[in-house]
């Protein structure tokens, strides 16, 4: 097996990044903005390096002992960082309520079978088109950090894994949709060295 070694410039696709946008004002803030957008930026071209050349059948494969696929992956993120922009602008969506420990994984009920699809890559959906919907939504993200008041809190939803009354600022969403996005991306490289040896670094 050949592990080709490639890196973000080398990567050709379709796909082009345009320079960072500029904020309106300048000094710290516009700065911080900008160093933001670069930096999320930069994980989601590794993050695209990862399916670069696919065909939708290899893109829908779980190679690993997991269950993840590498455009059930870029179906999760794009969600993820859709769904942290609007707790931006909009606060905490409302919750569904789900009891996750009493679920029967084997006849989930539909809202949590929807979130189990949010990880795989379904039957008539492609890889172009599921890159298509994350390029949309990465951009109108990257509108928001150079628009929105990076103090402004908003309350974190209910659930077991955030901490009663707790707040998010603006800088702390961006800052975990980078998180998320670097994590998954790591993710996805192991699947695609396991797919045919490519790698984006090492």
């Known amino acids: 097996m050949t592990h080709a070694v490639r890196s973000v410039g080398d990567m050709t696709t379709p796909h082009s990044t345009p320079p960072v946008p500029t904020a309106s004002s300048s000094g710290p803030a516009a700065q911080e903005r900008a160093d ?33 696929s590498l455009g059930g992956l870029i179906k999760h993120v794009t969600a993820v960082e859709q769904q942290w922009a609007s707790f931006v602008v909009n606060g905490p969506a409302p919750s569904a309520g789900i009891d996750w420990a009493s679920i029967d994984w084997a006849n989930p009920p539909p809202e949590v079978q929807q979130y189990t699809d949010g990880f795989r890559m379904l039957d008539g959906e492609s890889l172009a088109g599921l890159l298509a919907e994350y390029d949309e939504v990465a951009a109108a993200t990257d509108e928001l950090v150079l628009s929105a008041d990076l103090d402004a ?24 949709i980078l998180a998320e996005t670097a994590q998954h991306a790591g993710h996805a490289d192991i699947l695609r060295e396991t797919i045919d040896g490519q790698k984006s670094m090492g």
């Open 36 to 68: 933001l957008v670069d930096v999320l930026r930069k994980h989601r071209g590794l993050f695209r390096l990862t399916v670069a050349g696919l065909t939708d059948e290899q893109a829908r494969l779980a190679p690993t002992v997991s269950s993840l």
């Open 153 to 176: 809190q908003q309350p974190l939803p209910e659930a077991p894994w955030f901490e009663p009354g707790a707040s998010w600022s603006a800088r702390r969403v961006f800052t975990h």
